[in-house]
Structure formats: C-alpha cells, structure tokens
C-alpha cells in the first residue's frame, strides 16, 4: 500500500509568494493532520481535519495560511505570502480510528525554503 | 508546562547494548495514547511503537518496548541490542482525549548515536 504522498518534496521560493503544499493521505483514513518542523519549536500541529472537515486550526500560525481538503484523497496547505520565517519542513499525516489501529502514519515531508 | 519532556537531548550507545530513552508526560485526561517515532537524518517520522492510556501490558514491537509506567507518567523507549541504524532523532509524541482525537504533542526528542 502506498503511504501518505506529499509534493512538493522540495520548495524554494522568494518572499512574498505563494505556496501550495500538497497532501494524498492513506486510503480510507479519515484524519489527516498538518505538521510543521522547524529547529525552534520543534514538530508542531497545525490543523487536522476528519471526514473532510477542519476540526481544530488553532496551530495554524496567521492569516496567511490556509488549508483545505476538498475529497478524502487530497489536501492542500497554502501560504501567502510567504515569508522567510515560514521556512521549515511540513509533514502531512494521516490515520483512521477504526478498529484498534489510531497510528498517524507521516509522509516524506515537504522541506521548504523561503528567501 | 510542557506536556511532553525528553530530558536526553543526545546520547551516545555502544552497538549491541540495550537503550533506554526517557519521556514524562502531563495530561489530566483518562483517555491518552503515547507514541514514538524515529526521524533517521533522511528526515522521515518512522512510527515504532503506541501505547494505550488504557493497556495493561507493555507495548512491544520487535527490539522495541515502552516502558510504561501510569503513575509516574513515564512512557520510555527501550532498544534492546542496538545496531547502527539505530542512529536517529527519537521522538515522544501523546494524544489526548478520544481515540482518533486530536493531533499529537511532541517532546524535543533525543539525538540517539550508536558507535561501532
């Protein structure tokens, strides 16, 4: 089975552009959770959703972040502007509370880059 | 408070003895899951094992076991016969409330090294 997919993996970018972070979960979870890893604060949550719906975004940094899920399959993390302090790594994860299993399972991550 | 504490920031193993790495916890709820992961320096979160607020028995998954211990809200890691690949970033995670509830709140983890 293929794990959680994220793209880009890599993204450099200037200031003041906007960048879109995507995410294809695990097949048949119904969480899907948006991380961020930086030196600083270490791994920290910024929004998850279930059945498709935002549960909690209080993680979410400011106004210029975003995040939607439109299917079961997809989700996006979106920024803008970007600035150089949103640099870091995002990792999307997702997981299922059926049954005994409630793991997140991470993707690869998406390292980026803002100058 | 932080909820999660990894007092070991690095540490330094010889290949083949057992690890034991720390994590406490703070939470008043009943219901909580603990977790590990490993991020080699690829940079993946690598799942290695969970326990229950609830279970009785320890968790183990092959060299790995989580030393639970509720009362002191104690959560180790335990790597029994370390092997090089063992070398990672070691991170203690916890859920709160409701199964399938909530993100995870992670420590600041421990820079595990394991020397030939």
């Known amino acids: 089975d293929a794990g959680v997919i994220q793209s880009p993996r890599h993204e450099v970018t200037e200031m003041g552009q906007e960048v879109t972070l995507r995410c294809k979960p695990i097949s048949g979870h119904d969480y899907l959770f948006w991380y961020r890893q930086t030196m600083m604060r270490g791994l920290e949550l910024l929004i998850y959703f279930n059945n498709n719906v935002p549960i909690d975004d209080s993680g979410m940094p400011e106004d210029r972040f975003s995040a939607k899920m439109p299917n079961a399959s997809f989700s996006t993390l979106k920024i803008q502007p970007s600035e150089p302090r949103d640099s870091a790594v995002y990792f999307c994860?997702?997981?299922?509370?059926?049954?005994?299993?409630?793991?997140?399972?991470f993707g690869p991550g998406t390292r980026l880059l803002v100058l | 408070a932080q909820k999660i504490t990894q007092t070991q920031p690095g540490m330094f193993v010889q290949e083949k003895e057992a690890v034991t790495l720390d994590c406490t916890y703070d939470t008043s709820d009943q219901s909580y899951g603990l977790f590990w992961y490993k991020q080699p320096s690829s940079g993946e979160m690598i799942f290695l094992i969970y326990?229950?607020?609830?279970?009785?028995q320890n968790a183990t998954e092959g060299r790995y076991s989580l030393n639970f211990q509720k009362a002191r809200k104690s959560a180790n890691l335990v790597i029994s016969a370390s092997q090089l690949g063992d070398s990672a970033m070691y991170f203690c995670a916890m859920r709160e409330g409701g199964r399938g509830a909530d993100g995870l709140t992670f420590g600041k983890g421990t820079h595990l090294i394991i020397q030939p």
């Open positions: 994860a997702s997981s299922s509370d059926r049954g005994l299993e409630e793991t997140q399972y």
């Open positions: 326990q229950g607020s609830y279970d009785e």
